[in-house]
């Protein structure tokens, strides 16, 4: 995981619209999630998601680490005291993409509210748009994705779709410290760049500019 300070990269992003924030190459994209100890441990130690990990309920993966951080307090909410930082095969990613229905209606997209029911009923991936949001919490005009996956995708998510895992919870503990102190000038984070995938089709879908 490639890290630089958050001063540097923020005024090189996008201030507002829709993107997948996130750090990737042509192999893989890396994408976080928060659980328990008995989850999040392990995971890091076994490299696949197994033990308690449920595969008959909904996952969230999120690619973009500051949007991550929101939603888990920084590591520091019950039941998500475990941040993991996986390692996700590029072409796993794009499937998910592909694959992937909105979690509310979109008129522009699905030509009735009715068709797009059935596509969620169908479909094994949730798309879903949110505000962004800084290191402090504050809500950014920028847009973050995150991708819901169950059924067939969770199980191939949970195995043959992940390349490594890591445990960065004390790196997480380590960045909440200099977040509280205030010190964004000397906050680290994983460099990220916009994401686009390599279907137009999908871009269009997405929103992405």
């Known amino acids: 995981m490639k890290l630089k300070l958050y001063k540097e990269q923020l005024n090189k992003w996008p201030e507002n619209g829709h993107h997948i924030m996130a750090q990737f190459d042509e192999d893989k994209i890396i994408v976080y999630q928060s659980y328990r100890q008995?989850?999040?441990?392990?995971?890091?130690?076994?490299?696949?998601?197994?033990?308690?990990?449920?595969l008959n309920r909904m996952t969230w993966i999120k690619p973009n680490f500051l949007w991550t951080m929101y939603r888990n307090g920084w590591g520091t909410k019950e039941g998500q005291e475990v941040v993991l930082a996986?390692?996700?095969k590029l072409e796993a990613f794009e499937r998910y993409l592909e694959k992937a229905v909105y979690s509310?209606?979109?008129?522009?997209?699905?030509?009735?509210?009715?068709?797009w029911q059935n596509q969620v009923k169908a479909s094994s991936v949730r798309l879903q748009w949110d505000p962004d949001h800084n290191p402090y919490g504050a809500k950014e005009?920028?847009?973050?994705?995150?991708?819901?996956?169950r059924n067939d995708q969770i199980e191939r998510f949970?195995?043959?779709?992940v390349l490594k895992i890591e445990d960065i919870s004390s790196f997480v503990k380590q960045q909440?410290?200099?977040v509280l102190k205030k010190q964004l000038d000397?906050?680290?984070i994983p460099e990220e760049y916009p994401f686009f995938s390599s279907n137009e089709e999908v871009n269009r879908?997405?929103?992405l500019k």
């Open 38 to 54: 008995e989850i999040g441990d392990f995971t890091a130690k076994n490299q696949y998601f197994g033990g308690a990990f449920s």
């Open 86 to 88: 996986i390692h996700l």
């Open 104 to 115: 509310s209606f979109q008129k522009e997209i699905y030509s009735t509210k009715e068709d």
């Open 141 to 149: 005009e920028r847009r973050a994705i995150q991708i819901g996956l």
């Open 158 to 161: 949970s195995k043959e779709d």
């Open 176 to 178: 909440h410290e200099v």
């Open 186 to 188: 000397k906050l680290l």
């Open 205 to 207: 879908k997405l929103k």
